[in-house]
């Protein structure tokens, strides 16, 4: 390329197209999604392979837990299609609808976190800890590492919805932020189905 | 704006709506008297079909381009296989488990 061609051109031209033709914070993110995947299977693997193999099982949850899991979860499901409309507005330019949405988002995420710390209340009144059995471990770190994920997207969400309404931050932010938080939801669905589903106290 | 704006909600309401019901399938099975590896595997099967439809529409992948969906097959496929691996073995184990005292 001549200095000419790069005169009226740009160094942009010299540059390779990016493989998967969307922007680097993005392409980033889904790379720690992917890594963040791995690492939740590779816990819910182990806590399959136990859940199967033991003996004696604890199961803990009975009505009112599962009413408090089947709020959780469709508060979260609501906050992905609050998440959706926020990264829609941001993208067609709609600051003060984007804004809105993303703050939605925010409260029905710290209202699961609520609703989880409140289940894990209820199961410490009833002795059941981190030590106290297998369940107990497993139950307890799932949950615990879904719910630091889910207390760290709310910070992130008022962190972005703050930078964005300052116009600091802008619309792709506000995209690849919604990536992280439609993954926290998807996580969940696994979480719910093996890790709550399997152990309601089911009457024989 | 664009004219696109606002619709999004109205348009991913079925797949939000598919997600709660199959959510709710889930609930319903789980309080049948299914053997333990069987409920597993059936929610493990249903779980996944919500995650798919979370990564085809929420997470947009549907639309983005093809060589992003093909890089995620590889990786599926090493869980998939490692996966099988441990669900064997814990279903030997049940096999090989002392009787209970």
């Known amino acids: 390329m001549s200095e000419s061609d790069l005169a009226m051109h740009g160094h942009g031209a010299l540059m390779e197209e990016s493989p998967y033709a969307i922007p680097s914070r993005k392409l980033t993110m889904w790379l720690f999604i992917i890594s963040d995947a791995v690492t939740f299977g590779a816990l819910l693997f182990a806590y399959g392979f136990i859940r199967v193999s033991a003996a004696n099982w604890v199961r803990p949850f009975e009505g009112a837990s599962l009413i408090n899991v089947i709020i959780m979860t469709f508060v979260l499901i609501t906050s992905s299609l609050t998440m959706l409309g926020a990264v829609d507005a941001a993208k067609a330019g709609d600051q003060s609808k984007a804004i809105r949405f993303l703050y939605s988002t925010m409260t029905l995420g710290a209202l699961f976190a609520s609703l989880h710390i409140r289940e894990w209340a209820e199961l410490f009144g009833r002795n059941i800890t981190l030590s106290s059995s297998l369940f107990g471990q497993t139950f307890f770190t799932i949950t615990g590492l879904h719910l630091l994920h889910v207390i760290s997207g709310v910070l992130a969400l008022f962190v972005i919805a703050r930078g964005y309404s300052r116009s600091k931050l802008t619309a792709s932010h506000v995209e690849t932020m919604g990536l992280y938080w439609h993954f926290v939801d998807l996580v969940w669905m696994f979480v719910v189905s093996l890790v709550y589903l399997t152990n309601i106290a089911v009457a024989h | ?101």
Request: charged fraction near 10%; glycine fraction near 4%.
């Open chain 2, 1 to 101: 704006m664009s004219p696109a704006s606002g619709n999004v909600i109205r348009k991913y309401l079925p797949v939000y709506f598919v997600l709660l019901a199959i959510f709710l399938v889930e609930v319903f099975l789980s309080v049948q008297h299914f053997a333990t590896g069987t409920l597993v595997v059936i929610l493990l099967l249903l779980a996944a079909c919500s995650a798919g439809l979370g990564l085809m529409y929420f997470m947009h992948l549907a639309d983005e381009r093809r060589e992003l969906f093909l890089t995620l097959i590889p990786v599926t496929i090493f869980v998939l296989l490692m996966m099988n691996m441990i669900w064997s073995d814990s279903v030997r184990l049940l096999h090989m488990r002392p009787p209970v005292q």
